[in-house]
């Protein structure tokens, strides 16, 4: 599968960005689509999840509320809705296909390039 985030930029503090990624040659390994973001120095972490056939979604504890995923199949295109944002949203978002659900970028099977979202005071 190849992954392609975009749709980051600078936004200031409770501002919305809509981030989207498009997705080619999903293959049996690619049932779920998820975004991580990793911000300097820090890992990389889970930021949201959807179940590409069902559309079920899970989130991390810290954007629960203020970001939404979801995706449109006949786009083949993910989104990443993120509302009320903070300082602390600033990172690279990276979008990343999982066979499974996942929590951490250990499970993920491909990993898209990432796009910088930057969240000014």
């Known amino acids: 599968v190849q992954l392609q985030a975009s749709g980051g930029g600078l936004v200031q503090a409770g501002g919305s960005l809509r981030l989207s990624c498009a997705v080619s040659?999903?293959?049996?390994?690619?049932?779920?689509m998820n975004w991580f973001r990793q911000a300097p120095g820090n890992e990389r972490e889970f930021v949201a999840g959807?179940?590409?056939?069902?559309?079920?979604?899970t989130y991390s504890d810290s954007v629960k509320g203020r970001f939404t995923i979801s995706r449109v199949s006949a786009k083949m295109t993910v989104y990443l809705q993120m509302n009320s944002l903070k300082p602390e949203d600033t990172a690279v978002y990276f979008c990343?296909?999982?066979?499974?659900?996942?929590?951490?970028?250990?499970?993920?099977?491909?990993w898209g390039r990432g796009t910088l979202v930057t969240v000014s005071s």
């Open positions: 959807i179940r590409w056939r069902e559309g079920t979604k």
């Open positions: 040659g999903l293959t049996t390994s690619d049932n779920f």
């Open positions: 990343a296909s999982s066979s499974g659900p996942i929590t951490t970028a250990v499970g993920a099977v491909s």
